[in-house]
Every structure is written in structure tokens, then in C-alpha cells.
């Protein structure tokens, strides 16, 4: 399995040609206690970086971009009734959805765990 | 000057501490040609006396439903308001406080709105309310736009028996986003049925109950044809009294329902400010527009009421919001909420009651009139004569003899000559039988 | 006989501890059910005639089962009421600092007028010849609302501020329609420091929103601004001040270079209440602007609304106002309801919040033109003197001195442990609502205080006074008095996390009476 990641925070976990995607553990704790997740319907047709779900917390709304291309397969349903997963494990039971990759190429472009982590530390 | 209390010294003192010489500098980033040399070309102040009496005399050139007799309807109704109403909406604690944005210090503005919340949804027959709208145009408007949303179509049909100005509303709002809108004419003998107008491109179907000129219909049928399409049912009450009478739209199947809630709490006002409401099915909650107050715990496990899914609204979504609204139509919602637990179930059933017995003896005693028959056979408060003559001739002459007789068919739809002859009636528990039976000698002696 | 039975008439030396109570009360501070928790069926608080016996016409329509009401009398009614009405802050009670919504006092004149029967008992639909008064006030509001912003036409209908935009921008959009350029006009450009309405109704109206950066000293950047113009933008949506209290001192090249590229300019009104009766913004350049009349003009916020937001035009958006309008005639005024011309048609049944234009009104002649240019300079001299006196305590967000509002950022809690939210709940604790905080966006922590011209000198000095001691006790590590804020309100910090995750929108019966129907 290879994870990588993006600038906006979003995380995507590749098995074969399936990617799991969600958000990493700075974006939820930026954005405070979840309470909602939008999530895309299964067979969504999604480009790399187009807005795929939304994350709300109570006083902020943030989108999702998908790091990848590709067809969604299935979403995590479990977080309608249980949104505060996404705080407490969100790279892990806090996924949103999972698609069929469409272009792997796309993924040599986004940073590798060591490069997100620099990433984000030049934030704080 | 009796509203601000610093005096010169304090301006002085002021002016010190902030290392300014005088208010002038502190105008300093103003482009020098926009900086006004003196006061505006408007009057000096004024002490309260002298302002009662120019705002006094205003009101005292208006002929009002206090000094004629009122038979006007058509989307406001006049219903007696308990002086309790009027004296709590006036505490400074109502009055002068804020939208709720810090629950602790306003859980008596959170908790009467959960009260109102609950209030219009089981007046409506439906699962959630939000804290009101601006009016029942405007809320039935954003209708319309949340039907657009969760439906993701564009296309709507409104009933020819919507209020005319409400439909003036969606036909503004429809233009920003190329709507389709279907309507056909007014039908004042009673309209069609909509289900054939309906097919897959449609949003809404909006109808009003009562309609505008006052005929009560079952819209079950009309909620089963929309949903078949995918589009959902969007119904109008512009007299929320009615739902003391009759089977609420919610039981009928609605989708959306909207209202005008002006009739309990608020009054005439010359139109405004009024009461919108809206209501809807639980898996819409996060599509609706407008506040929502929401139940919850404090730090201390009491419970407590806050603002809450603030997600849907401009300050958090900007352009992504639900709406752009900020303001829902507080003090009148209070109002409405105090006059309801006044009222309880016994009161605003029999309140509507006495209305429907007062609008059937008026009905009665006008129809019988040579030249006026009675459009609308089943119907609340309001009902529609056709006369055998322009109506608003006839309201005018009716004036003189200190009468208001209804809303003329002119009034509503300017310019179509088959409505011209039509008179919107309400009578509200207000109208005595003296002035039902005066309304009616004096139409016979105009008819004459 | 005499009264031989004396009692203690001085405080004992009982320091008792906080004692438990039965209900729940503490002292004046009272529980308060829900109406629906009270509620008996068959009462009522109303008494009305009895009903004649008549042949209903309700058809097969008539309700069938009950609704769910509860049943209370008067006495429970104005009980409960009063009640719940004391656990809200309010203008009446003290200084409510809240930037960008003008809590100043609320006339109670304005309320005896606003229900004379002349105007309260008066339908919108009655006879244009029996209503002469309300159209003169509406067509008086019109002409001062006219004169103080120095622009030739006002929509009066708007419901409030954001319905004004939605008018301003609709009218903005139908000209560029008439001028054939519907199609190609498809960007309005809006500072990042804007509300949140002023977005939310561009894209509402099918608009591209462009946001614009600001400069290190908080204003619109002009070359930023400049370099983003071109044919497609239909308008910018600005307001002035902004919203980080601040005069957009470039406001007249931006406005030309607006028009220069031909869009309109649209003035978000309101902080109006910094320049009223010393500014006109007809003069600035301005396009449209809705005026909050629950702002500038002092109609009573309401704990929500209702609000009131009429909007002036120029001669070129003019001919595109929504209808009705109230027309000056040779005999005095008339209101013109048919559809005329190039309006873009109705926003709101009737003609608008006339209970609000009666208030605004006698707020104008109560102040006069003197008055409100008196208001405007007691609100930006407030303002400024709570930002010099506590320039050294708080961190100002922007140099330089401010208009009506004062906008402080969070440097000054910087690993204080203690954040603006933390610092607003314990504001409360001291007997005052929260200013406003965390907006606008660009500033970081940010709290905009607005004391308005309405507070005397003492109140400003005791609300500095307060802001200093917290400020201080901040810095000095007190941070238990912030975090465990409000300790001294009817509730504690609510759970808003719950509230939106499991919302609980009306009550419903508990589920033993439901078992007992």
C-alpha cells in the first residue's frame, strides 16, 4: 500500500487501482470538532482536484479535493452517523471514500509521507 | 441633543487621550471633496413632542381597519392581538438584544425560538421549522430554491391561485438562474388540476391553501404526482389561522411548506414587518435556509439551547451558503409564539372556528345579493364574489360609506380584465354581525 | 398594643456556601420549562365569543385530530415570558461592543409611533385612497434617506441588509442586461474582509466571485484591484469603512476605475452609521447601497430581526428598482405598484418593513440633520478613544486611527494559553455581551468593538477599565477565569458539537405519553 498526500491536507491510501481517500490529522484538528460529512455518491466520475466531498465542523466548512482521478466506488456511510471519527482516527476509520484510479501517474506528483510532514511543519 | 449623552468636555477629554485636535482629523482618510462643509439640507432636531406630532399627523390621515369596517385579506389578515402580546415583546430584553450568537447570555431568545420551531411544525403537520423568514413571499421563494437544490432541476410550476405577489417573487428570483416557470391563469372558480403540468425536469409545484381567492382543496393526490416526477410539493398558507380549521398540509404530504404568520402576534402594519414560515421533512434539514435553534447540554449538563447547522449560512458558506440571508424576523416571531401559547389548542381551534362561522354568514348574507355570486363554494375565512361590475368602483364607492369592502380583482392582477369583477372577502373573528349585515345592506345599495 | 417582636436587621457573620435548590432557581434567576412542558389541555389564555352555529364549508377538509398545542392562562403566559426574557443581555442593559452591527439606543418614541393605529391597524391592500399618510411617510423616509447619501432614487421594499444586496446586485445585473451585456458581465469582485452576504449573494445571482487582498494597512489593494479589472466584471461589492473599521481611502479611484472598465459599484451600507450626515456616498461614486435601518437608524435589533434594508441608487440603476415604488407628486406622494418600465419586478409581497420605516423616521427628525452628523462623530470618537486607551494592553490590528469600530487581533493572548473566544466568554463574567469576534477573516483572533455614539463617557471608561484588567490577567497566566468562562451566566459554555450532531430541532412528547394517547 503507498499513501501520499497533498498541500490541502487530503491523504490518499493506493491499493492496486483502488485509492481510499480522506483527510490527515492537521486538517481535522484545524478544523475542530467534526460534525458533518458530505460525501460523494458511488459512480461520481472525479477529475484530480475537483471537490469531491465537504467537512463540516460547527463553525467552519472546508472541501475535500480529490488527490486523484477516478470513479467513486463506495464512501464511508458509517460517518452519517458518526462524524466525530474523523477526529479521532482520521487516517484510518475516518475515510470518506474510495475510488478506481483512472490515471496512477497522477500520484508520482503528490508528496510522500516525509514531504508532508516538512510541509506542514512550515505552516506552524 | 437627548440620545447622546458626551457632553463638550468629554469630547474634549477624549479627543486628549487619543492625541487627535479635533473629530476632524479622525475624518482624515475622506477625499477632501466628499467631506460635507455643514449639516445636510434636512431639518434641525427635534424634541418628542414636536416629532409626535408630525409623525402623528401621518397616521392620522390613514382610514384605518380601527375606524372602518375591514374586510381586507389577500395574503394579510386582521386578527385581535392580547395586550399580553404587545407588553412582553416590548421587554427591553426582547427588544433590545441581538441575534443569538452567544447562547449563555441568550437563552430567552433560544428558548422561545425552539418553542416557535416546535409551534409551526405541528401547525404545518411537519417534522422541522426553521426561526422564521422575512415573510411568506420571500419563504416562498427560497421554496423554490431548495427545491432547485435537492432536486438539482430548474423547472417550476406554480399554481394560477398563487398569491399573484408571491409569484411576482419567483419569477424574480427564477430569472437569476433561467428557471422554467409554469403558470397558468388565475382561475377563480377553482383551478385545474396541476398533475399533468408536472414531468422530470420539475423543481416545484407550489400551490397555496387556502388559495388566493380563498378555495380549500385536498393536495394528497397533487403530493403523490410530484413525488412519482421526483419534484417535490411546495405549499403556501398565507393565513395561518386556517390551520386551526383545517387538515394541515403536512398530512397531505407536503414536501415544503411555507407561510405568512403575520396573522397571530404581529398585525397589518401596512405590510410589513411580517412573519415568514417555513417547514420541511427531516432529511431536508441541511438544505433548508434561514436559522435553526437546536437543543443541547452546558458545562454543567443543564440543558440548553443554541443556534445551530450555522454551516448552511453566509457567515460560514459565503457563496456557498444555502442563502445569503442573516436576519430571520425575531420580535415578530416571539410575537407570534406568546399569542399561540395564549391561544393553546382550545383557543386556536375555537378562534378559527368562530372565523369560519363569521366568513359562512357573511358568504350567506352577500351572495344573496342581486348581481354578486359567490365564487368559491368550500372555503376558511376568505372567499371571491363576482360582481356584475368593476370591482374597485364598487370598493371606492364602499369607502365613502366607511366600509372596506376586500381586495379587488384590479388590485391583485392590474390590467387583466376577466378579474376585474372579482372581490377577495376575509372576514376574521374582528367583523361583528353589525358589520356583517352593514357590509351587506351597503353592497346591496352600490349594487342597487 | 405594641409590636414587641424585634428580629436581626444586620448581616450575620453566616458565610454560608453555595446551597442546592428545589427548582433549580437562584433567587431572580429562574428555571424555565418549555410551554409544551406546562401546557394542559383545555386552557386557554384567551376568551372569545362562542361560535354560531353555521353549515360548514370546510368540505371533507376539516382537521381531524388534535394538533399538539399546550393549553396555559394569562398569568402562566406573561409568567413564562418574563421569565425567559431575563436571561438575555440587551442595549438597555449595557454596552454591547458587537463591530458591524451598531447596538445603539433604541428610542421607545420610535415604538409609540410605530403603533399608532394610523399605520399598526392598517392593511397593505386597502383602497391608495384611504392610506395618504402611509404613503407621505414612506415618500419622507425616501427623501431623507435620498439627501443624507446624496443619491437620486431608493428601493424601499428590501426586507433587510442582505435582501437589500440581492436587490442592489439584481438591479446591477438588469442594466448590464439592458446594455446587452448580460452575458459577457459574469464577475464581481469582493474584498477577502467582506460579510459574508456580500458573497453568498453574488454567486446567488449567478456571478464568479474574484476576492481582493488586502494591503498591509487593511484597505482595498488598488493595484491588485486594478490588474483584476477587465470587460467581464459586472461590479464590485465594497464596503465603507470596511470591515476592519477603516476609511477605503482610495474609495473615488476605485470607484472610477469600476466604472472605467463599465461596472457598477456596490456599497455594502452597513457601517454607514461612521459617516451619516458628514459623507454622502453618492459622492464616493457609489452605484447602490442598502442601509440597515436597524443600524444606522436605531429600528430595535429584536434579538434577531425583524430588519429593514432599502437601498439608494443612482440615476443609472434608477430605472431597474424593484416594484412598488412611492413617486413624488404635485399633491404630495403616491405609490406606483403595476409593472412599469424596466423594474426587475417584486422582491416581497406588499411594499416593505413600513413598522420600521415609522421608527427610522422619527429616529431622523429626533436627530435632524445636526443630530445624525453629531451621531456620526460621537460614534467614531468612541470608537477611538477605546482603541488609544487600550493600545498598550491589546494589540490593534491595523495602525492608525480607526472610524466607528475598533478592530484588535490576538497577538496581545500569544501563548497566554488564553484565545479570543476565551477572552469574549469572560467578558460576559464581567457583565458585558462579547464584541465581535473572529471577523472579519483576515485578522487573526480578530475582535471588532463598535460602542457606538450612544455610550456616556463612564461607560466607556468602566468597559476599558474591564478590557485592561482581563488583558492583563491573560498575561499574567489567569487562565481558569477564561477558560472555564462565563461562570456567572444562566448557562455555562454550551455543546455546539452535539447540537449539530445530532440536532434536536422541536420538542417532541416524551415517549410514556405517547404510550398513555
Known sequence: ?124 | MRYLPLTGDDRAAMLAAIGAASVDDLFADVPVAARLPGPVDLPHHLGEWEVENSIGAMAAKNRHSGIMASFLGAGAYRHHVPASVDHLIQRSEFLTSYTPYQPEIAQGTLQYLFEFQTQVALLTGMEVANASMYDGSTACGEAVEMARRVTGRNRVVLSGNLHPHYAEVVKTLGALHDTAIEQPAPAPAGEGDLAPVIDQATAAVVVQYPDVFGHIRDYSALARAAQAAGALLVVVVTEVVSLGALVPPGAMGADIVVGEGQGLGVGLNYGGPYLGLFATRQKYVRQMPGRLCGETVDAEGRRGFVLTLSTREQHIRREKATSNICTNSGLCSLAFTIHLSLLGEAGLTHLAALNHARAVEAAERLAAIPGVTLATPAFFNEFTLKLDRDAAAVVEALVGKGILAGVPGARLWPGQAALADHLVVAVTETNTPAEIQGFAAALAEVLA | MMNRQGRPTAPGTNAAAKVDTVLGHRGLDHEEALIFEQGQAGRSGVDLPPVPAVQSRLGNLARQGGIGLPGLSEPQVVRHYVRLSRRNYAIDMGLYPLGSCTMKHNPRLNEKLARLPGFADLHPLAPLSTVAGAVELMGTLAHWLKVLTGMPAVALSPKAGAHGELCGIIAIRAAHVARGEGETRTRILVPESAHGTNPATAAYCGFAVDPVPATADGRVDLAALKAKLGPDVAAIMLTNPNTCGLFERDIREIADAVHGVGGYFYCDGANFNAIVGRVRPGDLGVDAMHINLHKTFSTPHGGGGPGSGPVVLSAALAPFAPLPWVVETEGGFELAEAAAGASFGRLTAFHGQMGMYVRALAYMYSHGADGLAQASSDAVLAANYIQARLADVMTAAFEGPCMHEALFDDRFLKDTGVTTLDFAKAMIDEGYHPMTMYFPLVVHGAMLIEPTESESRESLDEFIAVMRRLAEAAQAGEVERFTGAPHYAPRRRLDETAAARKPVLRWTPPPAAKAAE
Open chain 1, 1 to 124: 500500500m503507498t499513501v501520499k498526500y497533498t498541500k490541502d491536507h487530503e491523504w490518499v491510501a493506493v491499493t492496486g487501482t483502488t485509492g481510499r481517500i480522506g483527510i490527515t490529522d492537521y486538517a481535522q484538528r484545524q478544523l475542530g470538532d467534526i460534525v458533518f460529512v458530505d460525501l460523494p455518491a458511488a459512480g461520481r466520475v472525479l477529475k484530480q482536484g475537483d471537490t469531491a466531498a465537504v467537512v463540516e465542523s460547527v463553525k467552519a466548512a472546508s472541501d475535500v479535493y480529490t488527490p486523484v482521478s477516478g470513479k467513486v466506488t463506495k464512501a464511508n456511510d458509517m460517518l452519517a452517523d458518526a462524524p466525530e471519527t474523523v477526529n479521532e482516527d482520521p487516517e484510518e476509520d475516518g475515510w470518506f471514500f474510495e475510488v478506481e484510479l483512472s490515471n496512477p501517474g497522477e500520484l508520482d506528483a503528490l508528496l510522500d509521507a516525509g514531504a508532508y510532514k516538512a510541509y506542514i511543519d512550515s505552516l506552524e
